[in-house]
């Protein structure tokens, strides 16, 4: 668990791995972040996550295990990869999603993950000045997908 503090130095939240009983207030925080899609199933996702890797699944909580932020990370032997990355609105600005990357990308690293690596929605660019800041590179490709599984 890390220990990291808001920017103001209080420490009014920590990151830790996600726990089953915190299933309903992840949901509700990817559907306040816009995180959530009709094709996929918020709680397929969490239990898909929790039978691989399950330490690459982190929520930051306030002193009271409020949820108010989450990541995913996986790595599948070539590189790592981060999903559902998400700070509750009320209490962005503190440094939490930063606290967030941070830890995914330490866990990923013990894996022995050598490169990380995220995808971001068209029309959500607005958060790519946050990666950018972090160290984050750039750059063009295509995604292309297939379901293999429906969550309908």
Request: with cysteine; proline share 3%; hydrophobic share 45%.
């Amino acid at each position: 668990m890390s220990n990291e503090s808001p920017t103001d130095g209080a420490a009014d939240w920590a990151v830790r791995r996600f726990e089953r009983v915190d299933t309903d207030a992840v949901v509700a925080l990817w559907e306040e972040a816009g995180l959530t899609r009709p094709w996929n199933d918020p709680r397929v996702d969490i239990e898909r996550k929790l039978a691989v890797q399950p330490e690459g699944f982190l929520v930051a909580v306030t002193k009271d295990d409020e949820v108010i932020g989450s990541v995913m990370a996986g790595y599948d032997g070539h590189r790592g990869w981060l999903y559902y990355l998400a700070t509750a609105a009320s209490h962005r600005g503190l440094g939490i999603a930063r606290a967030l990357v941070a830890e995914a990308e330490r866990v990923l690293e013990a894996m022995g993950c050598p490169k990380v690596q995220l995808m971001v929605r068209e029309g959500n660019e607005h958060v790519l000045g946050f990666y950018d800041a972090l160290g984050y590179e750039r750059f063009t490709v295509a995604n292309t997908g297939k379901r293999l599984v429906s969550d309908a």
